[in-house]
């Protein structure tokens, strides 16, 4: 499994923009394609946005589509999600995870390997 540490969160007032950046362990990122996720107090983890192993291929939820940008540089081992135009409702642990040969899917119980998270506050 690959090992994975997201950072970049922060307290950012609405309307604001964000970086996350999620860097992997090992040698085989290449095969995994990646997600992210997140998770609000009190409610159940939801997907954020995924993209595939060679990065043609990208996944959003409705709710960030157009203000999200997810991307990778396997060169670097790293997958980064742009967020602009914050919301307070975006507020969440964002966590990044990884598939082992998958597609991008919007299903958490598909990935294998997840990061511990970051947190993300959007101020009114």
């Known amino acids: 499994q690959v090992q994975l540490v997201e950072s970049g969160g922060g307290l950012v007032q609405a309307g604001g923009s964000l970086r996350l950046s999620c860097a992997a362990s090992?040698?085989?990122?290449?095969?995994?394609?990646m997600g992210w996720f997140r998770q609000a107090a009190g409610k159940e983890r939801e997907f954020v946005a995924a993209?595939?192993?060679?990065?043609?291929?990208?996944n959003y939820a409705e709710s960030v589509k157009g203000r999200f940008t997810i991307s990778r540089d396997n060169a670097k081992n790293t997958v980064l999600l742009e967020m602009n135009s914050l919301k307070p409702e975006d507020t969440a642990v964002y966590y990044c995870?990884?598939?082992?040969?998958?597609?991008?899917?919007?299903?958490?119980?598909?990935?294998?390997?997840w990061g511990q998270g970051t947190q993300v506050t959007v101020s009114s």
């Open positions: 995870a990884a598939d082992r040969g998958g597609y991008g899917s919007r299903l958490s119980r598909l990935y294998d390997s």
């Open positions: 993209l595939s192993r060679s990065g043609d291929r990208t």
């Open positions: 090992g040698r085989t990122f290449s095969t995994y394609a």
